[in-house]
């Protein structure tokens, strides 16, 4: 399970910053003015040659090949819960590579997906612990 937990940080390390990197190239691009193929052909070539953006897909397409990797070693119910600790480290990356303010609401609620993540995590070792063993009572001689 540690070597899952391991792998799953490192993805979910990848993703965060992927998501902050693909947040920083949009805001670099601009915002789409109006509706026209020319304003849509200049917004995708600004984005096809936005190092941020590039860097972003990287990102998340090595936090997909890991996400892949994981489901096909162990439960998808164990698994898919587990990256909902993505949201901390997101939030942790959102705070310390774009300097945005996280309200102290947002933390707790990152505190619950905390609490959540954890128990989906004790429930795969509650169900992975082997069965306490079962003792035989010792026959009683008759008496005589």
Known sequence: MLKIVVILLIGLGLEAVGVVLLSQGLH?????KRVSAGEIARLVGRGATNRYLLLGVAFEAAFFGILLY??????????????????????????????????????AGVGLIVVGAALVAWSEQVKTRPPAPVVAATPVPPLR
């Open 28 to 32: 670099e691009i601009g915002e789409l």
């Open 70 to 107: 994981l489901l096909s070693q162990k439960d998808v119910s164990l698994i898919w819960p587990l990256t909902s600790l993505g949201f901390v480290i997101t939030a942790l990356a959102a705070r310390f590579i774009r300097h945005e303010e996280v309200s102290t609401l947002r933390w």
